[in-house]
């Protein structure tokens, strides 16, 4: 799916901030913005999701620009278990569920 | 709550061989989905079943089916195995797979096909 850019790699020291952005350009007003992330040969884990304002629970936070034309996602204080491919993804309100992940980005959390 | 669990978590078939791999959603959850993996293709859909209808389908060969009982409760078939099959197959499971209703994965089934 070429909704979404991210890019393939990227480190980050245990305790820091991960800071993973993810660019979809060509959104749709009626689109929300997703994360997931896999674990090695785990299957997806729901991060978070939003529309248009930013969004916070207790794995990360969400912030979305103005223009809904790109996103990041962080992880305020990453660990060794948050190593993993994370996905960011488009998906219409009101669509029933088709998940497709593009590649992704591998965050590889450092000791 | 429980999540998302998978039956079996490994299996090694051979070519021509038929499989049968299960899932159980989240308590609650009506819809549940199929989804292929594989290195080369990426996470892919296979199909989706809400209150014992499959109500979305991939483009998968007539070789992959599926179904759900009563209690939600799904299972997929992959009958004539080819090599091209090996794959982790993820169930997901969400209330009613409409709206923004997320997505809940199981730990995959990891199918090799000799």
């Known amino acids: 799916d070429a909704k979404t850019t991210q890019p393939p790699s990227m480190d980050c020291a245990e305790g820091r901030a991960a800071n993973l952005p993810c660019n979809h350009s060509t959104i749709s007003g009626n689109e929300y913005v997703y994360w997931y992330r896999q674990i090695h040969s785990q299957g997806p884990q729901y991060i978070i999701h939003?529309?248009?304002n930013n969004e916070t629970n207790e794995m990360a936070s969400l912030i979305i620009t103005e223009d809904r034309k790109s996103s990041t996602l962080i992880l305020p204080h990453a660990t060794l278990r948050d190593t993993a491919v994370y996905y960011c993804?488009?998906?219409?309100?009101?669509?029933?569920?088709?998940?497709?992940f593009g590649s992704g980005t591998q965050l590889t959390v450092l000791p | 709550k429980a999540g998302v669990t998978q039956t079996p978590r490994y299996l090694i078939k051979t070519r021509g061989q038929q499989v049968t791999l299960s899932c159980s959603p989240i308590s609650g959850h009506r819809s549940v989905s199929w989804y292929q993996q594989t290195p080369g293709q990426g996470l892919q859909f296979l199909f989706e079943y809400f209150s014992e209808t499959q109500r979305n389908k991939g483009n998968f060969p007539g070789r992959f089916s599926g179904r759900q009982f009563s209690n939600s409760r799904s299972e997929m078939n992959v009958s004539t195995l080819e090599l091209g099959d090996s794959a982790l197959y993820l169930c997901?499971?969400?209330?009613?797979?409409?709206?923004?209703?997320?997505?809940?994965f199981g730990p995959g089934t990891r199918l090799t096909v000799l």
């Open positions: 997901a499971s969400s209330l009613s797979g409409q709206g923004t209703d997320t997505q809940y």
């Open positions: 939003g529309l248009k």
């Open positions: 993804i488009v998906l219409p309100i009101g669509s029933a569920r088709q998940l497709t």
